[in-house]
């Protein structure tokens, strides 16, 4: 696989995420509402391995997740009753 290769890119500001995938199939793109409070609300964005971003969805039991990280290197904490999942993020073409 590329190094671009099932990745989900997050682009989040005030009120709304910008959701990217790409994969060996093809690009698909979504916007979503959400309730975003980052630090003053800056925008910033940030990727995950498609795959284990879905792995760990999956074993969640709630309708809805809190995502928490503080930066576009950060890593994603979730956490859900007893337990806590955390997934480091992907490189963004623009850090290198």
Do not use: W
Not at 43 to 53: H, K, Q, W
Not at 60 to 73: A, G, P
């Amino acid at each position: 696989m590329g190094g671009k290769d099932n990745v989900v890119r997050f682009e989040f500001s005030q009120g709304q995420c910008k959701l990217s995938a790409n994969s060996l199939d093809g690009q698909a793109n979504e916007e979503v509402e959400v309730d975003y409070q980052g630090e003053g609300s800056n925008p910033f964005a940030i990727a995950f391995n498609g795959r284990y971003l879905l792995e760990m969805l999956q074993v969640l039991e709630e309708d809805e997740v809190k995502f928490q990280m503080t930066n576009s290197s950060s890593a994603l904490q979730v956490e859900e009753n007893d337990s806590i999942h955390v997934l480091m993020p992907r490189r963004l073409q623009e850090e290198v």
